[in-house]
């Protein structure tokens, strides 16, 4: 079986809060980590520390994200329609995309575990 590479790494590991501004605080003034987004249009924040990596930090958006329970690996791709696709045609479900405008697209997906990932294609 050929394996195709679709996964660039992981960028992003993402939480659904139920306030924002007590993630913020909790992240920045107690943890020390650099709020390197804020997009309070999108209830959505990122942040990361001195040795890389991000946190990404919004209000729960859709059904079924519920703050507490869940924490979403984001898995960077080139194209996030191939990947879909990809991932597909192996049997797993992936949900629709999503974009966030100017920001990133991102499809839902979940292991037969029932861990949470987001395909993620960064638009710059």
């Known amino acids: 079986m050929t394996k195709t ?4 790494g992981m960028t ?8 924002i501004k007590k993630a913020k605080r909790l992240f920045v003034d107690i943890l020390g980590l650099e709020c ?4 309070e249009e999108h209830n959505w924040m990122e942040f990361k520390g001195d040795q890389g ?3 990404g930090v919004g ?16 898995i960077a791709v080139d194209n996030i ?14 949900g629709d995309i ?3 405008p100017g920001h990133v697209k991102l499809a ?14 960064k638009l710059d």
């Open 12 to 19: 992003m590991s993402s939480l659904v809060v139920s306030d």
């Open 81 to 94: 329609e191939e990947a879909k696709a990809h991932v597909e045609s192996h049997g797993i479900a992936v």
């Open 5 to 8: 590479k679709i996964a660039k």
């Open 53 to 55: 990596g991000y946190i």
């Open 108 to 121: 839902p997906f979940k292991d037969e575990d029932g861990n949470e990932f987001f395909l993620a294609q």
């Open 36 to 39: 390197t987004e804020h997009a």
């Open 59 to 74: 209000a729960p958006c859709e059904e079924g994200m519920t703050p507490g329970v869940n924490a979403t690996l984001s």
């Open 98 to 100: 999503i974009e966030v």
